[in-house]
Nanobody
Framework: QVQLVESGGGLVQAGASLTLSCAGS????????VGWFRQAPGKERQFLAA???????YYADAVKDRFTISRDNAKNAVNLQMNNLQPEDTGTYYC???????????????WGPGTQVTVSL
C-alpha cells in the first residue's frame, strides 16, 4: 500500500500557473497509472489527466492544451503543471493510483487528502 499526498495548491488569479505534486510514501511502480482529478463543491470528481510509465499520458479534452502531467521519479511524485488557470478550474485536486489509465474515479485507489486550488478573476 502507498500513501499519497497532494501539494502545490493555492489562490491565484486567472491566467496564472501552478504545479501540483502527488508524492508517494514509496516509489510508485511505472506499471501503474497515476491520475489527477478535480472536485468542485457539490460536484462529482472529474478526471483531468493520467500517466502510466513515463510516456503514456491521457488528458481530458477540457485541459489537454493547458495541463501537463509528468513523473518525477527522484521524488516518487507525479506532477501536474497547470497553465492559464481560469475560475472554472477552482476545486480540490486529488491524485489516485489505478492498474491502468482510467477516466472514472472508482477505478482508482489510495487517494490523497487533496490540495485546494482557487482561481479568482
Amino acid at each position: 500500500q502507498v500513501q499519497l499526498v497532494e501539494s502545490g495548491g493555492g489562490l491565484v488569479q486567472a491566467g496564472a500557473s501552478l504545479t501540483l505534486s502527488c508524492a508517494g510514501s514509496r516509489p510508485i511502480s511505472s506499471g501503474l497509472a497515476v491520475g489527477w482529478f478535480r472536485q468542485a463543491p457539490g460536484k462529482e470528481r472529474q478526471f483531468l489527466a493520467a500517466i502510466r510509465s513515463t510516456e503514456t499520458t491521457y488528458y481530458a479534452d477540457a485541459v489537454k492544451d493547458r495541463f501537463t502531467i509528468s513523473r518525477d521519479n527522484a521524488k516518487n511524485a507525479v506532477n501536474l503543471q497547470m497553465n492559464n488557470l481560469q475560475p472554472e478550474d477552482t476545486g480540490t485536486y486529488y491524485c489516485g493510483i489505478a492498474s491502468t489509465i482510467q477516466i472514472r474515479p472508482n477505478f482508482y485507489d489510495w487517494w490523497g487528502p487533496g490540495t485546494q486550488v482557487t482561481v479568482s478573476l
